[in-house]
């Protein structure tokens, strides 16, 4: 299965969340860079105190399908947007 990058206008259709490598983001974790993220928020998701991040896209993409989220892709630009950053 591929991973789709989807567009702004697209985004706001999105639910139940969304995966995100912030391989190249300061303060990501070098060894899990797949952050499952809120697809309201941009915020990474947590279950029972933990943050949903991987060492491997199939594994963001195991865990968001577990949850009910996407395995859509964004990139920074659109992390940012939702965060209310940009």
């Known amino acids: ?3 789709e990058k989807i567009n702004d206008d697209d985004l706001q259709n999105v639910s139940g969340g969304l995966i ?3 391989s190249n983001i300061q303060g990501a974790d070098p060894d899990k860079p797949w952050e499952v993220l ?3 928020t941009g915020n990474n998701i947590w ?8 060492a491997t ?7 968001a399908k577990r949850i009910g ?6 990139s920074w630009d659109e992390v940012q947007r939702l965060r ?3």
């Not at 896209?57 to 865990?63: G, R, W």
């Not at 989220?69 to 964004?74: M, R, Y």
């Open 20 to 22: 995100f490598n912030a």
């Open 57 to 63: 896209q199939k594994e963001a993409e195991d865990a």
């Open 47 to 54: 279950i029972n105190g933990e943050k949903q991040v991987f």
């Open 1 to 3: 299965m591929s991973t």
């Open 38 to 40: 809120d697809d309201h």
């Open 84 to 86: 209310g950053q940009k």
């Open 69 to 74: 989220a996407n395995t859509l892709e964004i």
